[in-house]
């Protein structure tokens, strides 16, 4: 079963925007992380945040967490028509230890 | 580079025959995950192994698939007999983890099996 939820389901900007995805849990979580899908490829990821932490900066990535809210985002700076991808959010879930991702937001940066 | 690699990468096969996927993860990695990735279904987890032995596959329909690690350098996924629905990529990572805490994990480029 899916822990994570995305939200949206799709986003579409332009070049140079931001792009800001949502991420909502259900259980305690160890850690939470962030990874990114190119069409027809594997996941890599992106960025791993831990529970205790709040905020994460990696280049042009920023992610945030709130456990009390079970939630988390990611925010793309100055987005590049080489962002457009799938993106996911995975969490280590602290009562099974496994990793459980979600349905993923598809974002299309726009040349 | 270290990186997890997956055969094959292409398979196309009919109803009933026998599918085995392959996975090689990184050395130095202790647990392996194979999943199902669809597009009705999101990505999947199917099973898990750390330090070779199965922890969990909850998720994978026990009455045809399998999956093994025969050895630490070497993961199997085997379906008999395979299914239409059985259509879909089958993605191996591999990363580190502990009882109580999991990093990251290095994904293959997938095995896109598809069942006629």
């Known amino acids: 079963s899916q822990q994570g939820e995305e939200d949206p389901q799709a986003l579409s900007i332009q070049e140079g925007e931001n792009a800001t995805m949502n991420c909502s849990y259900k259980?305690?979580?160890?850690?939470l992380q962030w990874y990114r899908q190119n069409s027809g490829r594997g996941l890599v990821h992106l960025i791993l945040?831990?529970?205790?932490?709040r905020e994460k900066h990696s280049g042009r990535l920023r992610v945030t967490l709130d456990t009390s809210k079970k939630s988390s985002s990611l925010l793309i700076t100055a987005s590049r028509a080489a962002d457009t991808a799938s993106y996911f959010c995975?969490?280590?879930?602290?009562?099974?230890?496994?990793?459980?991702f979600g349905a993923g937001t598809r974002l299309t940066v726009k040349p | 580079d270290a990186r997890v690699t997956q055969t094959p990468r292409h398979k196309v096969t009919e109803m009933g025959q026998e599918v085995t996927m392959r996975c090689q993860p990184i050395?130095?990695?202790?647990?392996v995950f194979w999943y199902r990735q669809t597009m009705m279904q999101g990505l999947e987890l199917l099973a898990y192994?750390?330090?070779?032995?199965?922890?969990?596959d909850s998720g994978m329909p026990k009455d045809r698939f399998s999956a093994e690690m025969p050895d630490a350098t070497l993961a199997t996924l085997k379906i008999q007999p395979s299914e239409p629905r059985d259509s879909a990529v089958y993605f191996c990572?591999?990363?580190?983890?502990?009882?109580?805490?999991?990093?990251?994990?290095?994904f293959g480029p997938g095995t896109r099996l598809t069942v006629t």
């Open positions: 945040i831990r529970s205790n932490e």
């Open positions: 259980t305690s979580i160890n850690n």
């Open positions: 995975a969490t280590d879930t602290r009562n099974n230890n496994d990793m459980r």
């Open positions: 990572a591999s990363g580190f983890s502990t009882d109580s805490y999991s990093y990251e994990q290095y």
């Open positions: 050395l130095g990695h202790n647990t």
């Open positions: 192994f750390r330090n070779r032995a199965p922890l969990d």
